[in-house]
């Protein structure tokens, strides 16, 4: 028995009405190294019950970011969300409700979306910013395609610092789109040369800020330099509330920014539904993948909201779309904008401040096992032996320690080093943390 009620002569009806051989035809573009080559280890067939008990036993294995002491970042983040925000989003209005499609009857989902994108500006420092994207990987990928419409050409520097997943899934829509990624090294302690890289082929430069391994700098030269030949800045944030500490990217000259907003409101979730960010340049908007909410004003002269551009291939412009992500993560995008109107301007600040003087006092604890100079909540530690056997041993003794920088870097000579993310819900941990690590 199959969960699914279709019948080989079903299959061969559909196939031939689309006009493939086979189904196996159907994955041809999926490489066959992430093809399965035999049926999963699963039973053909239970009983819901026998499943959900199944299921429950498989996630009694995890252990939890909140049942101890928890120092995992590299890309998501355990913060706190008050209660006052799931309570809200759980509301039958918002939960229910899916992206409208009569957009100006919708006018309480486009005016929180209005209210997130003016958020998401003011965090980045950026002109305009778009009603969310899936995640902060997609976004970043979707910002090199943007890139490469704007300056019309087909290459982009990419800093070896850059999260490996981001720039996997950029490297997934250039197989596909047809342009090229230049990688760099990693390179743990900073200090990349990227502006010697750029020529009149390239689109963009890619940058995270802070960086993998937790490194901050400055990326205005670089801007300069991006500019000078023609192409354009994308910085990449994988932890937002950074941006409540630090200089915006765009008072540094960035063009595009893409980032996660999972930090905000929203849960870890053992990796999704994540919220990605998206911002740029009022000249470029046009370029922008998505759909941007406005503000005007109706025939009475009431305020009201529209959805000002729908750019998605879903809408009017189909095979011109800028995009085909067919959605925002709006449910996300709603606990983001709820948790940050309850911090204000003055909360955020705090938060962040919380944040990075727990992760200084951890980094003094440790010394000069430390190999980061300036960061926010994370930071590289370099260790005697193997960061991931250390991270296991830590484990049995209830310590999420950190992530291997070899689990992102399989093979780069990078296995003595360990991710460590401070926030305000680990600051209590730290001397646990540091005597246990010793």
């Known amino acids: 028995m199959r969960y699914l009620p279709i019948t080989g002569a079903d299959r061969g009806e559909m196939l031939r009405a689309i006009g493939a051989p086979s189904v196996e ?12 080559t035999e049926p999963m280890d699963l039973p053909l067939h239970a009983s819901e019950f026998e499943v959900e008990q199944r299921l429950s036993r498989l996630a009694a294995q995890n252990r939890a970011a909140g049942a101890g002491p928890f120092f ?5 983040y355990r913060h706190h969300v008050p209660a006052s925000v799931d309570y809200l989003i759980q509301r039958g209005e918002f939960l229910t409700s899916y992206t409208p499609y009569q957009p100006e009857i919708a006018q309480g989902t486009l005016q929180y979306l209005f209210e997130f994108q003016t958020q998401v500006c003011l965090l980045t420092g950026m002109e305009v910013a778009n009603a969310s994207m899936y995640d902060g990987a997609t976004a970043a990928a979707e910002a090199v395609t943007m890139a490469n419409r704007v300056t019309r050409r087909s290459k982009a520097v990419v800093s070896g610092n850059l999260h490996p997943h981001y720039r996997d899934t950029a490297a997934t829509q250039a197989r596909f789109q047809g342009f090229r990624l230049e990688v760099g090294p990693p390179a743990p302690v900073g200090g990349e040369d990227l502006a010697s890289r750029i020529d009149s082929e390239t689109s963009c430069v890619v940058v995270q800020y802070p960086d993998l391994f937790g490194n901050i700098e400055d990326v205005s030269e670089l801007a300069e330099a991006a500019h000078t030949k023609g192409a354009l800045l994308v910085v990449v944030v994988t932890e937002v509330v950074a941006l409540g500490a630090l200089k915006p990217p765009g008072a540094m000259g960035a063009d595009i920014v893409a980032a996660e907003g999972q930090s905000i409101g929203n849960a870890m979730n053992f990796g999704g539904p994540h919220l990605g960010l998206f911002a740029a340049r009022t000249r470029h908007m046009r370029q922008m ?10 025939a009475e002269g009431r305020r009201g909201y529209v959805l000002t551009l729908a750019t998605r291939e879903q809408h ?5 779309a800028t995009s085909n992500i067919c959605t925002n993560s709006g449910l996300c995008a709603l606990a983001f904008t709820i948790h940050l109107t309850l911090l204000g301007e003055t909360g955020l600040k705090r938060l962040a401040a919380l944040n990075h ?10 010394g000069a096992r430390v190999i980061t100079t300036a960061f926010f909540n994370e930071f590289t530690v370099r260790l005697d032996g193997d960061a991931a ?7 049995t003794d209830g310590i999420l320690a950190g992530v291997p920088v070899s689990r992102l870097h399989p093979g780069a000579g990078l296995d003595d080093l360990l991710l460590v993310a401070v926030t305000e819900t680990s600051a209590n941990d730290i001397d646990a943390f540091s005597e246990a690590l010793s």
């Open 25 to 36: 035809s159907l994955f041809s573009d999926v490489p066959d190294g992430a093809l399965l």
């Open 357 to 366: 003087a727990a992760t200084v006092r951890l980094a003094d604890r440790l």
């Open 72 to 76: 995992c970042g590299a890309g998501s």
């Open 316 to 320: 009017i412009r189909r095979e011109r």
């Open 289 to 298: 993948p998505g759909r941007l909410c406005g503000e005007t004003v109706d």
């Open 389 to 395: 056997a250390a991270v296991e041993q830590l484990a």
